[in-house]
């Protein structure tokens, strides 16, 4: 288990980017590769995703030196199998209750277990929205507070799924995390719509800089990832990771 630290120095590829131009030319000489690729996480998330499909893009993200790649459950035994195998340089994210985070509280906690069990480095776990919408903020509290048990010292994000969610909710759910002691508030699964910008800076101006954040959901370009590192994202997931790191070298080169 590797357990990516960041760039020596530097906490995110987001602190070279923030309040300056935010257009893809924009990242090219302010940040290294090292920080960009640190701060991607592959998504292999698709349930249409073959075995075959996995390894072909596990390979690929490791030839371009992602830190982590989100996998489904189905898939994490196979998939730390062809790390190990292959000696390749990556973490495992495990998702759990993903996509809808519907189950009952036990459940989650058991799946969070069963994921670590199966070789996941990192925890991406959707948040109860049913119990959040509803103002049970005491059980919302209490599967936050398992889920940080059962995770120890493993980076736990919780998935709070901006685009479902009025602003006040989302300012509910960020408070939430932040007093649970979770590590990233994560925007969105990416199964109900792109994430904005806005949400972002919403997430922030409550964690502060006391929680990091993954957003995730259509992002495709460099471009849209120097606007998520602008409004405050600390990391970015993306099915399209590998290709976003061949566009920074493409430029860089240019």
């Known amino acids: 288990m590797r357990m990516n ?48 499909d996995l390894g072909t893009y596990l390979d690929r993200c490791a030839r371009a030196g992602i830190k982590a790649v989100c996998v489904l459950p189905c898939h994490l035994v196979e998939a730390r199998r062809w790390i190990t195998d292959h000696g390749w340089e990556l973490d495992l994210c495990g998702v759990v209750d993903f996509p809808l985070g519907a189950n009952p509280i036990e459940e989650k906690v058991a799946e969070a277990g069963r994921l670590i069990a199966r070789g996941a480095d990192e925890l991406d776990a959707v948040m109860s929205l049913g119990l959040l919408r509803a103002g049970r903020n005491d059980r919302v509290l209490e599967e936050l ?7 120890g010292s493993r980076v736990l994000k919780i998935i709070i799924e901006t685009p479902l969610l009025s602003n006040g909710l989302k300012v509910r759910a960020a408070e939430l995390c932040l007093e649970a002691g979770v590590d990233y ?67 860089q080169g240019e």
Not at 7 to 33: F, T
Not at 145 to 151: D, F, K, N
Not at 195 to 211: C, H, M, N, S, W
Not at 212 to 225: F, N, Q, S
């Open 5 to 52: 630290e960041p760039p020596k120095g530097r906490s995110s590829a987001a602190l070279a980017v923030r309040g300056k131009d935010e257009s893809d030319w924009g990242l090219i000489g302010r940040i290294n590769r090292e920080a960009l690729v640190w701060s991607l996480d592959g998504a292999a998330l698709d349930p249409t995703t073959t075995s075959a």
């Open 145 to 151: 507070w398992q889920l940080r048990t059962v995770a």
């Open 185 to 251: 508030v994560k925007t969105s699964t990416g199964f109900h719509g792109p994430v904005k910008p806005a949400d972002v800076q919403l997430i922030r101006e409550v964690v502060g800089t006391e929680l990091d954040i993954k957003v995730a959901g259509g992002i495709r370009t460099l471009g849209d990832v120097a606007r998520f590192f602008e409004a405050g994202a600390n990391r970015i997931g993306a099915s399209a990771a590998p290709e976003i790191v061949a566009e920074f070298d493409r430029l």
